[in-house]
C-alpha cells in the first residue's frame, strides 16, 4: 500500500468534507486493515459499520461517528451495541417496527430504494424494483402519511443507489429526494447518501458537487449529510503482486498458474466479474497473450486474458494494479492458501491477514 496515495485521498476527502459541509464516512466492508484505519480515522468524520464485530474494529480506531446499517439484525446482538452507534439505519419497516425502541440515544432512520434508472451493472443495482435492500419510495411514504409505523423517532434517511457514479447521477439522487420526500425532510436531522460516489477520481466534478450540496443546505439546514464511498478513500493505493508457479501449452493458449486464486484473493472476479487492471499489460494484441489462472483446484479458477509486453517466465511477478478497495476483506484460506500478506510500500511488514 502507498500512504502518499492514502495521503492524498484522505487530503481530498477532507476538503471536500469542508467545502460542501458533509461528512464522509469510510466503509469498513471496503478496508479494514487495522493499522491503517486510525489514520484513516483521524481524518475523516466516522466510519459506516454492518456488524458487532465491525463495530469493535471502529471503536478501537477511534472512529468519531458510527453508523450502522445491515439488511436485517438479529434482536439479541443489536441490543449488545446499539446504544453505543451514533445512527442506525433499518432496511425494511418490520425491522423498524421491531427494533425502534431499542438505543435510546441512537439517531435511527430507513433505507429507502428510490429505483431510480441509472446505468450500474445489475449485479450490483441497487435500484432495481425487485431488490430487497430499502423500501420502495411508495410504500414508504403511504406508511409515513398514514402514521401506521408511528414515524416519531425517525431522525434520517439512507439512500444508497450509486455505483461508481458521477456527479450528475448524485444531482439526479437530490432532485429525486427533493421531489418525493418534501413532507418528510422537515422532520430529518440527517440524510445518508452512501457510497457509489468517485471522490477521488480525478475526473469527479467537486465544484458542481459543492454547489449542489450547499443549494440542499440552504433549503433544509436541519439536515447533515453523510457519505459513505468506500472505494474512494483507497483508490490507487495498492497493489497485488503474484508470482508465476508453471506456464503450460494448450493447443495454442500459454495458461499461467498463479500463487493465487479468485476463490482467496481476487473474489471480486467471481462476485462481480471485474477485468482487473495488470501492470505491463495492453488493450491491443501482442505476441505475448497469456490466460492468467490461480493455483486452486477449480476449473473455472480462471483470472483472464491478457496481452503483456513482455514474454513471461516462471518466478515472474505478476502485479495487479487499485487493489486495495474490498479484496483483502474477502480473502478466505479456500484449498489450504494462505491469506495475502500487508506491507507498506517501503516493505516494512505490517500485518497477516
Known amino acids: 500500500m502507498s500512504p502518499n496515495a492514502l495521503d492524498r485521498n484522505l487530503a481530498r476527502l477532507t476538503k471536500l468534507e469542508t467545502h ?3 461528512k464522509i464516512l469510510h466503509t469498513l466492508k471496503s478496508f479494514n486493515e487495522q493499522s491503517i484505519l486510525p489514520l484513516i480515522s483521524n481524518n475523516l468524520s466516522g466510519m459506516s459499520i454492518s456488524s458487532k464485530k465491525e463495530f469493535q474494529m471502529a471503536k478501537e480506531a477511534s472512529a468519531k461517528h458510527i453508523h ?5 439484525f438479529k434482536e439479541k446482538e443489536l441490543t ?3 446504544d453505543d452507534v451514533q445512527s442506525i439505519s433499518f432496511n425494511s419497516l418490520g425491522q423498524w417496527e421491531r427494533f425502534k425502541h431499542l438505543g435510546k440515544q441512537t439517531s435511527k432512520g430507513l433505507r429507502i430504494n428510490p429505483r431510480l434508472h441509472i446505468s450500474i451493472p445489475s449485479h450490483c443495482n441497487p435500484n432495481l424494483e425487485e431488490s430487497r435492500l430499502g ?3 411508495e410504500e414508504f411514504l403511504k406508511a409515513f402519511e398514514n402514521k401506521s409505523q408511528n414515524f416519531e423517532f425517525l431522525e434520517g434517511l439512507h439512500f444508497h443507489a450509486l455505483f461508481q457514479s458521477s456527479v450528475e447521477d448524485l444531482v439526479l439522487l437530490l432532485n429525486y429526494i427533493l421531489e418525493h420526500f418534501k413532507e418528510v425532510l422537515p422532520q430529518l436531522k440527517w440524510l445518508n447518501l452512501g457510497g457509489g460516489h468517485s471522490f477521488t477520481n480525478i475526473y469527479y466534478d467537486i465544484d458542481t458537487f459543492v454547489k449542489n450540496l450547499l443549494k440542499f443546505q440552504k433549503l433544509f439546514p436541519n439536515i447533515t449529510f453523510y457519505f459513505e464511498p468506500g472505494e474512494s478513500v483507497t483508490k490507487g493505493c495498492g497493489q497485488f503482486i503474484c508470482s508465476i508457479l508453471d506456464i503450460v501449452q494448450i493447443a495454442k493458449k500459454k495458461i499461467v498458474i498463479l500463487d493465487t486464486s479468485i476463490e482467496t484473493h ?3 472476479i467471481a462476485i462481480v466479474n471485474m477485468k482487473l487492471k495488470v501492470k505491463e499489460t495492453q488493450s491491443a494484441p501482442t505476441p505475448y497473450c497469456y490466460e492468467l489462472t490461480g493455483n486452486s483446484c477449480l476449473q473455472g479458477d480462471i483470472i483472464g486474458q491478457y496481452f503483456f509486453t513482455k ?5 515472474d511477478q505478476v502485479v495487479f ?5 474490498y479484496s483483502m476483506v474477502k480473502m478466505t484460506e479456500f484449498n489450504g492458501m494462505e491469506k495475502a500478506n500487508f506491507y507498506l510500500d517501503n516493505s516494512n511488514f505490517l500485518e497477516n491477514f
Do not use: Q, S
Open 266 to 268: 481476487l473474489l471480486d
Open 20 to 22: 460542501a459541509n458533509v
Open 135 to 137: 423500501i420502495g419510495t
Open 321 to 325: 494494479e487499485d487493489m486495495m478497495a
Open 68 to 72: 450502522l446499517y445491515a439488511p436485517a
Open 311 to 315: 514474454e513471461l517466465h516462471i518466478g
Open 80 to 82: 449488545g451495541y446499539i
